[in-house]
């Protein structure tokens, strides 16, 4: 016997602690990356929405928009005015409007802001191209900016062209 019990030493103990941390430090990107994920798929959802407006717009020469509530985090596909939501084409008995407090894969969401012009909505004319709900032609980038657990991603509408992208 050498005189030593069950039990570990406090070279082994610091040993494991500092594999664990590094284990740990290498594991956090990970997981910060799945919140990533969920706030790219939202603003994909946003941009995908802003085009389906636009297309709709220049396909049924009717104007068409997204009118955004920061507030209650939602959002609503419209023709040809604000009040008057258009059908989901997924689901035609419901409206297209996305609530992010609702939504269960976008659940914790927020609309940081929504700008176009002086509004919070965007209409499309019959050429596709962007306007402000009050009907001025946009002069700069419409945004919505979108948040989750302290990540951005926006949604730019470019003026003139109407070009959707993510940033």
Request: charged content about 15%.
């Amino acid at each position: 016997m050498t005189g030593r019990g069950p039990g570990f030493t406090v070279i082994e103990l610091a040993l494991v602690i500092t594999l664990i941390g590094i284990l740990a430090w290498i594991a956090y990107p990970r997981f910060a990356s799945v919140y990533e994920v969920k706030l790219d798929a939202a603003a994909g959802r946003v941009a995908a929405d802003l085009r389906y407006a636009q297309s709709r717009s220049i396909g049924t020469r009717t104007m068409h928009g997204v009118l955004f509530e920061p507030s209650q985090a939602k959002y609503t596909v419209f023709a040809p005015a604000p009040g008057m939501p258009v059908s989901d084409p997924a689901d035609p008995g419901r409206t297209l409007q996305v609530d992010f407090a609702r939504k269960t894969e976008f659940q914790g969401v927020s609309i940081a802001s929504a700008a176009f012009g002086s509004t919070s909505g965007v209409k499309f004319d019959f050429f596709g191209v962007p306007l402000d709900t009050a009907g001025a032609e946009l002069s700069a980038p419409g945004r919505v900016v979108l948040l989750y657990r302290g990540y951005a991603d926006t949604v730019e509408v470019s003026p003139g062209t109407g070009a959707v992208s993510v940033r």
